[in-house]
Structure formats: structure tokens, C-alpha cells
């Protein structure tokens, strides 16, 4: 099978080879080309040591010499170019104490994790394929090279890829190579919590975020996230679920957008649920005020993983508000006054995330909760057609105003402004300046009058 390997990529190959030396495309993007997807990163590997590859390209950056890696850039794009190599000893579980160079392909491909990613290619050459990585391709297997327990010894990371890779690609994983995850899930503890986001929301918004019981059955979950194990071992004896907290959790996430924010959003949506289980005197499970304690939650796991604040922001809203307007009646100032507090901005997120749910509940009264999630679609667009004030920014007064009439900046401006605000909330044709210029001349010491 021939790859089709861009121009700049070739132009390197070429370069090295007439300087004597071997080069192929290597990993990723071989693996990628034989799937028929297209590759994000062409990675070179070649058996010219590091000063010899920084001497043949005007324009290199040293991207860890001692690893034997130099970045060649070409027309604005950086491709890694890394020479065969032997690793030391891992006495971290994560990186060679040593590396030495050969001259040795093989030996170059040996020491990487998976067979699928242990092939390289040479336009003239072909395939190198010395473990078997096509046959896996062609079996969708996920198989370490050579003994899984060296691989996941020498770097624990290789732990998470494995699942990781499984998702991405729909793959499964070889028996010897999970069982060799089993015995070493502990020292996923020993990898940085920032390698171990990465690959997790590499998971969660792959094709099959389903995995994440693949990470509960092998053990992971309980070294780097126990509270989605709490879920998966907290049963729902209610008419509205069919499943526990866990295995719910998952069809919520098949069933909302591969973005970061709504994956985390639907995986700690009730992650509350397992603190706030309660059972009657008919055995009847109860999860009151899950989410209100699940918003901290939300926010302590997503800080632990070192995630961006904005992330963190956009997912607690969507864990406090996923329950909203679910058993009341929502009105027309109901939903104005829950779209204040929540935010405007949330609401389509909020409506993925609430028809996810329940996607993810019994058949019991869905049809009425999907009417009552049309009434909330309509609700919305309404408030978008009449432009009824939702927000502060929305009142026809502002703080200038407030001046003009005699209230000086500070707290008790502020507090006008609210009161204000919730007046029109309750009555939007309330919203004219003169109105409401009205309402603050009527106040008695600050407080509006009604």
C-alpha cells in the first residue's frame, strides 16, 4: 500500500537520504495513512544523529537533543525529526535515565508502546513492520510491543494511551496487554496530572466515551478519578432510571457534542448523586439537591486535573442547572428569572445537556419531560423575539442615570440596580427609563417599592 506523504515531508526524506542516511515516516501518521485518515503530525525517525540533522536544514529548533529529537521547519510547519535510539533504565515509570543512538531501525521501533504505532515508512521501501502492526490494524487490537509489562513498566502513561487509543479508534485491547494494565495501574500516580487530562479528554470526546468503564474495569478510575467508581457502584432503585449513577452517566455522554465543555459536563453531572442517596420506607432511592452539591465537586475534580478556568466556569453551571425546570411548572417569569441566574449564554448547552439525560433515563413520564423541554425551547425563543431584559446590562437604566437622580456609586447603587432588575423580570414591559427612574424616586431609604 502506498502513503501519500506531503511535499515538505518528502523533501526531508529526501534531503537525509542524499546525505547517506535513512529516514522514514514513523507512528502516528502511519498508522493514520493505513487507516485512511488523515494525519495530524508527520513524525521523521532516521538514523542520523541530532548535530548531523541541525547541519543539513538552515532552520531547526533544538527540540531535546538529548533525546535525539530536532524540529526541521519547512514553510512555516515544524515536522520532529528524532534518531533511532536505545532507552535506559525508567526508574520513574516515565523517562529513560539514559538514551543512547544506533544505527538499528528495529531496535529503534522496538521500545515504542503499541504495535499499531511501531510501523515506518519510505515511499521507496515501503512498510516496516516488524511486530505485526497491520495485522492488528486490520484486527482493530490495541497490543503492546513485545512484553506489555516492560512497556508499561517504562512509562506508566502508556497506561492511559491504551484506552485512550481504544476510544479513539474503536479498537480493542489485547488480553496479555490489559492484563498487564491491571498490574501496573497503580503507578499511574507517578504520571503528572497534566499528561493525564490530556488523555482523558482525549477519551472523553472521542467517538466512544463509552471507554470510561473500560478505565473502571481495569482500575484506573480509582487511582486518578474514585468518585466516577463511587457512580458506577451507586444503584438507582427509582422509576425514573434503569441503570446506576454510572452506567447512566455514560449514555449521557454518547449522547451530547465531543466538545471538552459538554463531556465533562454530562461525565460530572451527577456526580453528586452517590453523598446524596437516600431510600424510603419503600425502598424507593432519592438524590435530593444533587445538583447543588455537585457544582463544588465539579469544581474540585476539574481543578485537580489543572483544567482552565473557563472550562471549570462553563461545567459547574451546566451541573448546577442540568436538573432545572425538570419537576416545576416553568412560566414565562420562571424562566427569565432561571435564565438570569444561569445564563443566557448557557441555554443551548443546558437544553443538549437536559435532553442527554434523559436519553439516559427509563421510558417512565419521557414524553412529558420532552414536552417540558419544548415548552423551554419556546419559552427561549420568545425571550429572543421580544427582547425581554434578562440581565443587568438589559435595564433601560443605568449607573449614569442612577447619578443624575441623586444615588451616589457604591453598594447601594448596586442594590437599586438588582431590585430593578428583578421588577422587570417579573414585568418586562416595566423596562423604560421614566418608569423606572419613577420606582427609584418612590424608594424609602434604598428599597424599591412595589
Not at 195 to 221: N, Q
Not at 311 to 333: F, N
Request: proline residues 4%; charged residues 30%; negative net charge.
Amino acid at each position: 500500500m502506498q502513503i501519500s506523504i506531503p511535499q515538505d515531508v518528502l523533501w526531508i526524506l529526501r534531503k537525509l537520504n542524499q546525505a547517506g542516511h535513512e529516514a522514514y515516516v514513523v507512528g502516528g501518521c502511519v498508522r493514520d495513512s493505513l487507516m485512511g485518515r488523515e494525519p495530524h503530525d508527520w513524525d521523521i525517525t532516521t538514523d542520523a544523529e541530532p548535530l548531523a540533522v541541525k547541519a543539513l536544514f538552515r532552520r531547526t529548533i533544538d527540540t531535546g537533543l538529548q533525546h535525539g529529537t530536532v524540529t526541521v521547519m519547512n514553510h512555516g510547519v515544524g515536522y520532529e525529526v528524532t534518531t533511532y535510539r536505545l532507552d535506559g533504565d525508567y526508574s520513574d515509570h516515565r523517562r529513560p535515565e539514559s538514551v543512547s543512538f544506533t544505527k538499528n531501525l528495529e531496535e529503534d521501533l522496538k521500545r515504542r508502546d503499541f504495535t499499531i504505532n511501531a510501523m515506518a515508512y519510505h515511499p521507496e521501501e515501503g512498510l516496516k513492520d516488524f511486530f505485526g502492526g497491520k495485522e492488528d490494524l486490520a484486527a482493530a487490537v490495541i497490543r503492546a510491543v513485545g512484553d506489555p509489562d516492560e512497556r508499561f513498566d517504562e512509562d506508566a502513561l502508556r497506561i492511559m494511551r491504551a484506552v485512550r487509543f481504544a476510544a479513539q479508534l474503536g479498537f480493542t485491547i489485547e488480553e496479555k496487554t490489559r492484563e498487564a494494565i491491571r498490574r501496573h495501574t497503580k503507578d499511574i500516580s507517578l504520571v503528572s496530572v497534566e499528561r493525564i487530562e490530556t488523555e482523558l479528554t482525549k477519551l472523553i470526546c472521542s467517538p466512544h466515551p463509552e471507554e470510561m468503564e473500560e478505565l473502571y474495569a481495569l482500575g484506573i478510575t480509582a487511582e486518578i478519578l474514585p468518585e466516577f467508581d463511587r457512580m458506577m457502584e451507586t444503584p438507582q432503585n427509582t422509576k425514573y432510571h434503569f441503570t446506576d449513577v454510572g452506567h447512566h452517566t455514560i449514555v449521557v455522554m454518547q449522547n451530547v457534542s465531543p466538545t471538552k465543555t459538554m463531556r465533562y459536563a454530562a461525565l460530572l453531572h451527577d456526580i453528586a448523586k452517590p453523598d446524596c442517596k437516600t431510600t424510603d420506607e419503600k425502598g424507593t432511592d432519592h438524590f435530593y439537591g444533587h445538583p447543588v452539591k455537585g457544582e463544588p465537586m465539579a469544581e474540585e475534580i476539574l481543578r485537580r486535573f489543572r483544567m482552565d478556568n473557563r472550562t471549570i466556569e462553563d461545567v459547574k453551571r451546566l451541573v448546577l442547572w442540568h436538573d432545572h425546570g425538570i419537576k416545576d411548572e416553568m412560566t414565562p417569569v420562571r424562566f427569565r428569572k432561571g435564565m438570569n441566574r444561569m445564563g443566557i449564554e448557557y441555554f443551548q448547552e443546558f437544553l443538549e445537556l437536559r435532553l442527554a439525560d434523559i436519553a439516559g433515563q427509563s421510558d417512565y413520564l419521557r414524553e412529558e419531560k420532552l414536552e417540558k423541554t419544548e415548552q423551554l425551547k419556546r419559552l427561549y425563543q420568545e425571550q429572543l423575539d421580544s427582547a425581554a431584559p434578562l440581565t443587568l446590562k438589559d435595564l433601560a437604566v443605568k449607573g449614569k442615570d442612577l447619578q443624575e437622580a441623586g444615588v451616589a456609586p457604591g453598594p447601594e447603587m448596586g442594590q437599586i440596580l438588582k431590585a430593578l432588575l428583578e421588577l422587570v423580570l417579573e414585568n418586562p414591559d416595566l423596562n423604560e427609563k421614566e418608569i423606572l427612574l419613577e420606582k427609584v424616586r418612590e424608594q424609602n431609604e434604598g428599597a424599591v417599592k412595589r
